[in-house]
């Protein structure tokens, strides 16, 4: 989608993203769409996960990967994007894959992790491309410069709405991927990462790098509409709409008639 009339058409026609190897629980099938919750999107509406329909073309029951993924080694990928392979020398390629896709491990080469892709068989990720964690281990706690340095490397990637992946990002998209890449679990939705994530309130001259801040739909407004991470210093950097990409700018200047509506903190390290 390279041009902006087919991006801000999209708006508000999606719920959320899920990438390769998201577990899904399916409570309806109608036709060609099941109803399913997304488990490691956090969300009120819903207290198993973030509930929406898809194409019932988009998934498959795999017990094996199911078993794996929950009890053995798992690669994350690191890269902005990869791609699955036949061999571990990257032939046959197969499908793209995003940062922070998660994929149960089968084995290791030198230069190759072989993960387990649902409903196919096994396949490879170039080791430089992912992060191996066994079974249990939790990322290392991230510092502030952490969370921005993750959140840089996505400047100037134009914005999707709904997404979570490294093809686009919409505001709480973008927030809640960086964070839950480095092991944190924020609610999906803007208006629930401020009000229902449990986070920390800030008031707005105690603002420190690494918050997030948030905007309502109108000045005192209640209803919040955008989420973006305070880098200090009066900047922003933020995945705005529909027709811009993810970047910094100034909080004043992006918030010329006053819908800040407050502050939250996440707990890091240092």
């Known amino acids: 989608m390279h041009d902006t009339e087919t991006r801000v058409w999209l708006t508000g026609m999606l719920e959320s993203q899920a990438v390769l190897g998201s577990e899904v629980i399916v409570d309806e099938i109608d036709g060609d769409w099941a109803h399913v919750v997304v488990t490691a999107q956090g969300t009120p509406r819903d207290p198993r996960g973030y509930p929406g329909w898809v194409p019932t073309v988009h998934l498959v029951a ?72 066994e079974h249990g281990q939790q990322p290392p706690l991230p510092t502030v410069e952490d969370i921005v340095a993750t959140g840089e490397r996505f400047l100037g990637l134009r914005y999707l709405w709904a997404g979570v992946s490294a093809y686009g990002f919409d505001c709480s998209g973008y927030t809640y991927t960086l964070f839950h890449h480095h092991g944190i679990s924020i609610n999906r939705d803007a208006g629930d990462q401020m009000n229902h994530s449990g986070l920390e309130a800030v008031e707005r001259e105690d603002l420190q790098r690494g918050d997030l801040v948030f905007f309502a739909t109108e000045p005192g407004g209640d209803s919040i509409r955008h989420v973006a991470l305070y880098v200090g210093d009066d900047m922003i950097m933020q995945a705005p709409n529909a027709s811009r990409s993810v970047e910094i700018m100034s909080l004043t200047e992006y918030d010329p008639i006053g819908e800040y509506a407050g502050a939250r903190r996440v707990q890091l390290a240092g």
Do not use: C, E, W
């Open 62 to 133: 795999d017990a094996g990967f199911a078993r794996r993924a929950a009890t053995g080694p798992t690669a994350t990928v690191t890269a902005l994007t990869s791609t699955l392979t036949g061999t571990p020398s990257g032939n046959h390629p197969g499908i793209d894959v995003s940062f922070d896709t998660i994929l149960p491990v089968l084995g290791r080469t030198g230069k190759a992790v072989r993960v387990a892709v649902p409903g196919g068989r096994p396949m490879y990720l170039p080791a430089q491309d992912v992060v191996v964690r």
